[in-house]
């Protein structure tokens, strides 16, 4: 994943101005992805969209390990 891969994803299907920093969101992206053992491109749209992925959900609110990786990747982003 790249930071014009971030970008494309928020303007084209997110449909939306890009108002957060790709190089950072990049970053934690990386490093949470590889924390938690998931995949980039996922944690991009649970983040981004809040698309579940397995285990973020439960009857549509995040789940404890949904909010960790939530949590996680807020503390890289925000730093």
Known sequence: MTEKDIR????IYLGQAIRHDPEMMLEALEE?????????W???????ANEPMTGTHSYGFHTAYGRAIHEHFSFIYHG
């Open 8 to 11: 494309d994803y928020i303007r």
């Open 32 to 40: 949470t992805a590889s924390e938690f053992d998931i995949d980039e």
């Open 42 to 48: 996922g944690l991009l749209r649970f983040m981004l």
